[in-house]
Structure formats: C-alpha cells, structure tokens
T-cell receptor
Framework: GNSVTQMEGPVTLSEEAFLTINCTYT??????LFWYVQYPGEGLQLLLK?????DKGSNKGFEATYRKETTSFHLEKGSVQVSDSAVYFC?????????????FGKGTHLIIQP | DTEVTQTPKHLVMGMTNKKSLKCEQH?????MYWYKQKAKKPPELMFV???????INESVPSRFSPECPNSSLLNLHLHALQPEDSALYLC????????????FGAGTRLSVL
C-alpha cells in the first residue's frame, strides 16, 4: 500500500534559519505529491505540489522537488519567519485517475522563535 | 479562486441531537470529500463523492450520513454521536482526477457532550 514518512518534531528554529523537513514515500504507481500547511485552529492549505518526477513545486519561499530515484519530496525554505510556525503535512495521491483520499504523513510541528 | 466554505465553524451537540455540516464550492470541481481530524493527527478519509455519487465510504459508522444534493454542495448529517466523535471535520474538493489536487475548507470543530 501507499505510505508517507516525515519527521514529526517539534522542529524548533530561530528566525531566518534554513528549513528542511524530510518526506519520503512508498507508492505502487506514479503519485502526485503535495505539501499542506495547517495553522492553529484552521483547515489545511495547499502549500505546493508536484505531479511528476523532477518537478519542483514552489510557493511563498518554500520549495520541494519530486525525486523518484530516492522516493522523496523534502520541503525547504531559505529563511524562515515566525509566521511560518504551523504543522506541515506531506501527502500523496496515487488514485490512478479516480477520485480518492490523500495519504498523509503524520505531520511536522514547526516552531520558529524570534 | 480555490475557496471551499464550511459551516458552521463550531458545533456543540448532545448525544441525542441531530445536526448537519455543510460544505460548498463554486469552482466546478466534480469530486468532494469528507475527512475527520483528531488533535495532533493527520486527516482521515471518511467519504468521497465523484460526480455527485458516493464512490468511497471508509467503513464509517451509520451515525454519519453524507449527502450530495448537487455538484456544489456536500452535507454531513450527524445523529446519535458519541463523545469520541469530537474532532475537526474537513471538507475538500478536486477538479482533476489525474492529479487529485485537493483544496480544503477551514473545517467544522465538533464537540459531542
């Protein structure tokens, strides 16, 4: 079956530090990959996506590259801000063309200190 | 515009009550989803509607009853819930089955007393 593994944290960084959150996956087909962010008390926001190998998703200074050879989709940001404090979920869709639920990692709680 | 609107934002109900959660999107998406999220956990899929027909039911208890009256609207009817059903209920929608990019609403935080 499909699965997503990510570091759970909490990950605590100082403002302006470099961020990496690792995500690896197992899938039977050719999945699409996503990063979602959840701020306290809110729903999930799509942060970025990649639908095929070697695609790079980017948004709001965050980037992730779909690496088929290492089955990874690591999230990076060069300089984090206090406002980036949230829970980050890596997810995949391997629906084979039909509507299906996403497979989520357990989530990484990120805390940015001023 | 990638907005999915859920109402109400908060709901408190007793175990004998009947209530409904509502989800609406006007992006022309033809697949809609209900997820349940407990604290400090990822969302868990409950139901999938594709072209207004129920396509996936993840063995959800019958006290949760989904309904899709039209392509823009998704309801979740609640009856005789248990305290352990307290959670954040998230709705999502997607347009393209090939990539299955899902957009989520802000959720309804449900407390069952």
């Amino acid at each position: 079956g499909n699965s997503v593994t990510q570091m759970e944290g909490p990950v605590t960084l100082s403002e302006e530090a470099f961020l990496t959150i690792n995500c690896t996956y197992t899938a039977t087909g050719y999945p699409s990959l996503f990063w979602y962010v959840q701020y306290p008390g809110e729903g999930l926001q799509l942060l970025l996506k990649a639908t095929k190998a070697d695609d790079k998703g980017s948004n709001k200074g965050f980037e992730a590259t779909y690496r088929k050879e290492t089955t990874s989709f690591h999230l990076e940001k060069g300089s984090v801000q206090v406002s980036d404090s949230a829970v980050y979920f890596c997810a995949l869709s391997d629906s084979g063309g039909g509507a299906d639920g996403l497979t989520f990692g357990k989530g990484t709680h990120l805390i940015i200190q001023p | 515009d990638t907005e999915v609107t859920q109402t109400p934002k908060h709901l408190v109900m007793g175990m004998t009550n009947k209530k409904s959660l509502k989800c609406e999107q006007h992006m022309g998406h033809r697949a809609m989803y209900w997820y349940k999220q407990k604290a400090k956990k990822p969302p868990e899929l409950m139901f999938v509607y594709s072209y207004e027909k129920l396509s996936i039911n993840e063995s959800v208890p019958s006290r949760f009853s989904p309904e899709c009256p039209n392509s823009s609207l998704l309801n979740l009817h609640l009856h005789a819930l248990q305290p352990e059903d307290s959670a954040l209920y998230l709705c999502a929608s997607s347009q393209d089955p090939a990539t299955n990019i899902q957009y989520f609403g802000a959720g309804t935080r449900l407390s069952v007393l």
